[in-house]
Nanobody
């Protein structure tokens, strides 16, 4: 069983930075590719970034490429999202998710492809 808990959200001014963390209390964390998604009021949940089982491969949405960095520490059962140069349009609830993968690969996942989700953490960027 995988249980994901996000932390690190908050209020930040435009141009600022935040680092989100996602801790997994289950076993076999390294068997899962991990992703970050976000959802704004009235909008569908959207892909932000993903990382493969080993961390060797990453994928980013075009809207965050060059500003956000996903990373993981399998020894700590954790995945991170470093968010720099934040914009008001980045305001959303951010969700961590896990996808069981047999290979060390990742992609821009659809929400239906993920196996487990965290409860989300709010990120608000003021202008």
């Amino acid at each position: 069983q995988v249980q994901l808990v996000e932390s690190g959200g908050g209020l930040v001014q435009a141009g600022g930075s935040l680092r989100l963390s996602c801790a997994n209390s289950g076993r076999a964390f390294s068997n899962y590719a991990m992703g970050w998604f976000r959802q704004s009021p009235g909008k569908a949940r959207e892909f932000v970034a993903a990382i493969s089982r080993s961390g060797a491969n990453t994928q980013y949405a075009d809207t965050v490429k060059g500003r956000f960095t996903i990373s993981r520490d399998n020894a700590k059962n954790a995945v991170y999202l470093q968010m720099n140069s934040l914009k008001p349009e980045d305001t959303a609830v951010y969700y961590c998710a896990a996808k069981l993968e047999l290979a060390d690969r990742t992609m821009a996942y659809r929400t239906s492809e993920l196996n487990y989700w965290g409860q989300g953490t709010q990120v608000t960027v003021s202008s």
